[in-house]
């Protein structure tokens, strides 16, 4: 990917209009928008062309739509802003997180991994505001965070399980389950925890383990789902197998108490 990124990046600087090269390059409409693509801009572009593609609303750049890339490279250039110091670009990245694209979405979770591979400290101090925030600005702390490239160094083990476990209890003492962000928060969560913890299982699998009792149905099902995940079964299948049956025999347990 990186080749691809820098063919981009030269192919950027010698191409006259950014924004028509890269409507016809953005891979959209299509299932998935051209990352590479997107990366070199946010690489490259000046501040100007940032803020103008990044302040695209939904009505400007519908979903899927090419105009809809050029909003998505925008956001994923503001990461690029924020680490040169222009402190009003986290502003806008948090912002962006409760769009109602989820490339946009995305992209500002791809924004934030951009400022934890520059300084992890300095996302971890991000995601811990964050968390403080709306369901959106939760799911984006937690996929920011949870990207197996940046989880390399044990000292980030113990900030990041306190993040995930935060996010978790909030999913637990929600009251309103029916909105957009909440949906969007555990779904983040139910990939999240298996990321982390096939990072640092020494200290992630007797914290997610505690999970597995909880009777929050939403809890259940984040615990399920990150058991299925690949990762976790390379780490250790027996573990998983074990959690897996857990689950079963609560619910059964849980079913025979309500007849």
């Not at 998505?72 to 806008?92: N, V």
């Not at 809890?219 to 299948?237: A, E, T």
């Amino acid at each position: 990917m990186k080749n691809k990124v820098h063919e981009y990046c030269e192919s950027l600087s010698n191409h006259k209009s950014h924004r028509l090269y890269l409507m016809q390059n953005s891979g959209l409409p299509g299932p998935r928008a051209n990352l590479e693509l997107a990366k070199a801009f946010a690489q490259t572009a000046g501040q100007k062309v940032i803020d103008e593609y990044s302040s695209m609303n939904s009505r400007q750049a519908h979903a899927n739509t090419p105009e809809e890339f050029l909003a998505f490279c925008g956001i994923l250039g503001l990461g690029r802003l924020a680490m040169e110091g222009k402190e009003k670009s986290l502003g806008k990245l948090r912002k962006a997180a409760s769009d109602k694209r989820w490339r946009i979405r995305e992209a500002v979770a791809m924004a934030l991994q951009m400022i934890g591979h520059f300084d992890m400290d300095w996302l971890i101090g991000i995601a811990r505001n964050w968390i403080k925030g709306n369901y959106f600005e939760q799911r984006a702390a937690i996929a920011g965070l949870c990207e197996p490239d940046l989880l390399w160094d044990p000292r980030f083990a113990k900030p990041v399980f306190e993040i995930l476990e935060q996010a978790t209890v909030n999913i637990e003492k929600s009251k309103n389950r029916r909105t957009r962000g909440f949906k969007v928060l555990r779904k983040g969560l139910a990939y999240c925890w298996s990321v982390a913890v096939a990072a640092y299982p020494n200290e992630g699998k007797p914290i997610f383990e505690n999970w597995v009792s909880s009777e929050d149905r939403d809890v259940k099902w984040i615990v399920k789902q990150n058991l299925k995940k690949k990762r976790l079964q390379k780490i250790d299948p027996n573990w998983v197998e074990r959690l897996s049956q857990r689950l079963i025999m609560y619910a059964m347990r849980r079913t025979s108490n309500k007849s």
